[in-house]
Structures are given as C-alpha cells and as structure tokens.
C-alpha cells in the first residue's frame, strides 16, 4: 500500500513557474515507477509526465515537453514535477500516481495508487 500527498501547486501568472512534490509513504518507493497527470474542468484526466522506479527513464506529454520536468529522489520518497514557462491551458488539478514496475507508465489505468491532488491556475 502506497499513500501519495501531493503539494506545490498554486496561482501563478503566464510564463512563470511552480514545483510539485508529491510524498509517498511506505518503505519501497524506490520499487515504484511514478505519474503525474491532471484534470482540468470539464476535461478527462490526462497523462503528464512519468519516471522509472530508478529515475533513468522519462517520458512527456507533448503538451508539456520542454517546459516540464520530472526528478525523484528515492532518498526522500518523493518525486517532483518542475514546471516552467506555464500557459494558461496548463490550469488543471495535478494528480501523482503510482505502481509497481520496471519501465514507466503512460496511460491512467496502469497505475495501482493516486493521491487526491494538487490545484494550479495560470493566469493571463
């Protein structure tokens, strides 16, 4: 059992920055491969970004390549979402997820755990 606590997340304006976190609990978080996604109003939620369990292998949404960044630190049980050079259309819930595995996941329903989220607007 893995529980998620997401924070980080805020208002910020166009072009500016903000880093998730989201903390996991338990003593096997380096055995993990991680997501985040999010949800905007009216919207499915939608893949973002993912990471190995080891942090050597990394994967974007096009949406946010180049502008995004995913890290964790198995030191920590955390893993962090870097996101730069934000739009608008980036004002969503952010959601961390988890699941057991040696690759990184792309779609929602691979992942096993969610945490209940983290809010972010940009604004004009």
């Known amino acids: 059992q893995v529980q998620l606590v997401e924070s980080g997340g805020g208002l910020v304006q166009t072009g500016g920055s903000l880093r998730l976190s989201c903390a996991a609990s338990g003593r096997t978080f380096s055995s993990y491969a991680m997501g985040w996604f999010r949800q905007a109003p009216g919207k499915e939620r939608e893949f973002v970004a993912t990471i190995s369990r080891s942090g050597a292998g990394t994967y974007y949404a096009d949406s946010v390549k180049g502008r995004f960044t995913i890290s964790r630190d198995n030191a920590k049980n955390t893993v962090y979402l870097q996101m730069n050079s934000l739009k608008p259309e980036d004002t969503a819930v952010y959601y961390c997820?988890?699941?057991?595995?040696?690759?990184?996941?792309?779609?929602?329903?691979?992942?096993?755990?969610w945490g209940r989220g983290t809010q972010v607007t940009v604004s004009t």
């Open positions: 997820a988890a699941r057991q595995g040696a690759s990184y996941y792309i779609m929602r329903g691979e992942y096993s755990y």
